[in-house]
């Protein structure tokens, strides 16, 4: 479906009302898989409400993702627990040494990275989440390992047969 006919019909799902903005977004990212810039900026217009209040939400709600999905998930609970046993320390290290936003996905497309509070586990704290799999007492070099050890695919060759 085009985006504009997409926004469209989810505008209309709702009757435009403001107050449904969230869910209007829950819709987009699910036909998506993720909130695109043009989708959001003509769904801001289409609402009459500026383009940077979609963004406050997209970003308040760690639900919504700004950037296609990765090949992984990591997951990085950042609840207290986690936060005191040095999570806040390994989220920085993930986003500087992966070039990944909260949110976002890096640039090579191995993995999403999301930050949450409290995965219910807080005995085990710190804990990350890759692919659903747990890993506990995790610390900035087992997280370096780890990433790195994760597996990218190639992408689909492309003109194949053109020879
Ligand atoms: S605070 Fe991290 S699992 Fe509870």
């Not at 209007?24 to 695109?36: K, R, V």
């Not at 959001?40 to 700004?66: D, N, Q």
């Not at 989220?91 to 995965?119: H, W, Y």
Request: hydrophobic share 40%; charged share 20%; glycine share 10%.
């Amino acid at each position: 479906m085009a985006d504009e006919t997409l926004v469209e019909e989810i505008v209309r799902r709702y009757d435009g009302e403001i107050g449904m903005l969230i869910p209007m977004m829950q819709d987009l990212q699910t036909a998506c898989g993720y909130l695109a810039v043009d989708q959001l900026k003509r769904l801001a217009e289409r609402l009459e409400v500026p383009l940077s209040r979609l963004y406050a939400v997209a970003t308040f709600y760690s639900s919504f993702r700004l950037a296609p999905k990765g090949q992984h998930e990591v997951t990085l609970c950042v609840g207290t627990v986690c936060h005191l046993k040095g999570a806040g320390a390994i989220s920085e290290m993930i986003r500087e040494a992966f070039k990944v936003e909260a949110g976002g996905t890096t640039p090579d497309g191995l993995f999403s990275f999301q930050p949450v509070n409290c995965v219910g586990a807080c005995a085990l704290a710190p804990v990350m989440i890759v692919d659903g799999k747990y890993y506990d007492g995790v610390s900035k070099d087992s997280v370096l390992k780890i990433l790195h050890g994760l597996p990218l695919a190639e992408p689909a060759a492309k003109g194949e047969g053109n020879k």
